[in-house]
């Protein structure tokens, strides 16, 4: 046995120094056969023969370390996983591996820790979701970044990889419950920086070097050569009311990343003005939704459907809104466009989770602490059950402290 020192905690993460070894029986030795059942087909076919028969094997000993040692790393008294535990770990991880291979652009087992916290950090964005568009819970988050975290302690105990501790590993609470709400406050701001959301300084003030650099952000944005952005393209980045009509409906209404990715023109009912969410795209409802909306923000759609008509990616779509791809927007996206608007309107959120779903909670706490009928929030919740609303209302510590200040 060669000791230098101990290993990693298996929740805390990475080693201090050095690495040891010891040999110890398995508690079941595994075939390839028995591993391939742990390993899903699709991620089997995006490798070649020779890549396949490398990971099988690597997974091979991934499995018997689990079972030995990825308990405790303890050279006096190892201690494994129960084989169940072990084989949950290989499926997950199954599942996880395409991702990052996509992401590094090739097959690779060498994983270093900006790969991990890549990993984390598009979990947390909810970028990473279920096959039917939803996030993961935070359970789920939290067992997949065990996982990982296991896999990574087997690379750094075995082949000399690196250590690596997640920043977070989640809460065992829904998805949704570790976004924090945008505070009463800030909604006002919000509201007013999305009118400057992705705009850009006017042509006309630029110098020739803003001039150039503006230019090569458009050509981004715009998804064309530099050199054809026109002043024109200027004026248009300038004008579009997608984004301030995106958030404006997400503070009146507190979609659903599901329900922004389904929405259609054919759910303005803008003389009301209200939005009717249709049963068969109402989010885990069967009824169709008339949900109620500002005048101010049925005035922003109304500039948004007059832009959206001229625009060529929309002429076979019934979408309300489409990404720069032209795909509909998921979770990730929203959230991050939402993070940047914060730091555009100078909020800090440093010490808060902020995701789309803080839209939600927000909206659910302010009308609870607006009206004496929790059935109204319900409805514009859009909640089957009552209980459902209240998981959602979480009471703002300003408020708290005025309460605390009441009975002093």
């Known amino acids: 046995m060669n000791q230098n020192s101990s290993g990693p905690n298996p929740v805390d993460g990475g080693p ?17 056969e028995d591993i391939r059942e742990y390993i899903r087909d699709a991620t089997l076919d995006y490798l070649n023969p020779r890549q396949q028969m490398d990971f099988v094997s690597e997974m091979e000993s991934l499995f018997e370390w689990l079972q030995t040692y990825g308990n405790e790393l303890n050279p006096h008294d190892p201690d494994g996983h129960e084989r169940s535990t072990a084989e949950n770990y290989l499926k997950r991880l199954s599942r996880m591996f395409p991702l990052f291979w996509e992401q590094n652009g090739g097959y690779t087992l060498q ?22 568009g939803r996030p993961y819970s935070g359970s789920s988050k939290r067992k997949q970044i065990c996982a990982l975290l296991n896999f990574y302690r087997f690379r750094w105990d075995r082949r000399e990889g690196p250590s690596w501790e997640p920043f977070t590993l989640f809460t065992s609470d829904s998805g949704t419950r570790i ?3 945008i505070k009463l406050s800030e909604r006002p701001l919000l509201r007013e920086a999305a009118l400057e959301y ?27 050569p530099k050199g054809d952005v026109t002043k024109a393209d200027w004026k248009d980045v300038n004008q ?6 995106i958030i404006m ?3 009146d209404t507190a979609l659903r990343p599901v329900e922004v990715e389904r929405a259609e023109t054919s759910w303005l009912k803008l003389s009301v003005p209200e939005l009717e969410i249709p049963k068969e795209d109402a989010a885990k409802n069967d009824e169709t939704w008339q949900v109620p909306i500002t005048e101010r923000t049925a005035r922003t759609l109304r500039h948004w459907l007059r832009q959206r008509s001229a625009l060529p990616k929309y002429d076979d779509s019934d979408k309300l809104w489409l990404t720069r791809e032209g795909n509909p927007y998921s979770s990730g996206p929203l959230g991050r466009n939402l993070r940047n608007l914060m730091d555009e309107a100078g909020i800090d959120y440093s010490d808060r989770s902020i995701s789309w779903y803080s839209l939600r909670h927000a909206l659910a706490t302010h009308l609870a602490m607006k009206t004496d009928n929790i059935e109204e929030v319900r409805e514009q919740m859009r909640h089957k059950r009552l209980e ?21």
């Not at 120094?17 to 595994?30: F, K, L, V």
């Not at 070097?209 to 998804?223: T, V, Y």
């Not at 579009?240 to 009509?245: N, Q």
């Open 179 to 181: 976004a924090d709400p």
């Open 111 to 132: 994983f270093t820790k900006e790969m991990g916290d890549w990993y984390v950090a598009q979990l947390r964005d909810d970028a990473i979701v279920k096959r039917n």
């Open 249 to 251: 409906v997400g503070l």
């Open 240 to 245: 579009c009311w997608k984004w301030p009509s």
């Open 198 to 224: 992705k705009t850009v300084k006017r042509y006309n003030n630029c110098t020739p070097e803003e001039r150039d650099r503006i230019r090569a952000e458009l050509a981004q944005r715009l998804g064309k």
């Open 16 to 32: 201090t120094e050095g690495r040891w070894e010891i040999e110890s029986p398995i508690q079941t030795a595994p075939s390839p």
């Open 388 to 408: 459902s609303t209240l998981g959602y209302i979480d009471p703002p510590d300003e408020h708290m402290r005025a309460m605390l200040d009441e009975i002093n």
